[in-house]
């Protein structure tokens, strides 16, 4: 199966700064096949971003993904406090589906 | 409006079975994959089963095959996850999930707790 690594594991930023968060996967994945997450407390999981880059239905600008192959990037621009949560990304490229461990934004 | 709405949830002995439910309206249900992903207490995510649109093709993780079975109706738009031989590491908010983009619903989870 494909492993994900999400760095770090908890970033700790401010309002308004830029947080960058990493997704490394242990083979490469096709036609960017993936997708990030965001989770708060108590709630489900929200699609941000499917195939690497582009945003999910209702997804502010701030939010961007890129990369491709084993390399992934969501970039959070001007942070506001309602980022602060869980994010995740996800491969679809290959069964099992797998999610990275995820990163706290604090 | 999509609604994703999850039951079955509760507190089971080990060895225990449950059945989760899951029915889905506002959303193309019976043309889509739809997958159950847990979450155990303080945890991240991992996915757990998926079943095509018509629930001719299934698959499980190596933690729940043979023990779980994913099913569904799709003349009542609804998602089955049945839960058998039951184990404390089963312990978790488990979520069905349509995994699909742009538009990618979720149920609200429910709470599996394997415990003596």
């Known amino acids: 199966e494909i492993v994900l690594t999400q760095s770090p594991v908890t970033l700790s930023l401010s309002p308004g700064e830029r947080a960058t968060l990493s997704c490394r996967a242990s083979?490469?994945?096709?036609?960017?096949?993936l997708g990030w997450y965001q989770q708060k407390p108590g709630q489900a999981p929200r699609l941000l971003i499917y195939g690497a880059s582009n945003a999910a239905t209702g997804i502010p600008g701030r939010f961007r993904g890129s990369g491709s192959g084993t390399e992934f990037t969501l970039t959070i621009s001007n942070l506001e406090p309602e980022d602060f949560a869980v994010y995740y990304c996800?491969?679809?490229?290959?069964?099992?589906?797998?999610f990275g461990q995820g990163t706290r934004l604090e | 409006e999509v609604q994703v709405v999850q039951s079955g949830g509760g507190l089971l002995q080990p060895g225990g079975s449950l059945r989760l439910s899951c029915a889905v309206s506002?959303?193309?249900?019976?043309?889509?994959?739809m997958h159950w992903v847990r979450q155990a207490p303080g945890k991240g995510l991992v996915w757990v089963s998926e079943i095509n649109d018509d629930g001719s093709i299934t698959t499980y993780a190596d933690a729940v095959k043979g023990r779980f079975i994913i099913s569904r109706d799709n003349a009542k738009n609804t998602l089955y996850l049945q839960m058998n031989s039951l184990r404390a590491e089963d312990t978790a908010v488990y979520y069905c999930a349509a995994l699909s983009a742009p538009l990618d619903p979720w149920g609200q989870g429910t709470l599996v707790t394997v415990s003596s």
């Open positions: 996800q491969q679809y490229d290959r069964s099992p589906r797998t």
């Open positions: 506002g959303f193309r249900f019976s043309s889509s994959w």
């Open positions: 083979q490469s994945i096709s036609n960017g096949y």
